[in-house]
């Protein structure tokens, strides 16, 4: 996974292995609960 800095508000994240394929553009609030879920080992719902 790479993930791109320099993009104000936003955390543009792609596969490292398919670098020419899409990538997944979250907010930036978003990208920091999604990593800190990840960090503290919690599972994410669907709401």
Avoid: C, Q
Wanted: proline share 9%; net charge negative.
């Amino acid at each position: 996974m790479e993930v791109a800095a320099g993009f104000p508000g936003v955390v543009p994240v792609r596969d490292s292995k398919a670098p020419h394929g899409p990538a997944l553009v979250l907010e930036a609030g978003a990208w920091v609960v999604f990593i800190d879920e990840m960090k503290t080992g919690m599972r994410l719902t669907a709401s």
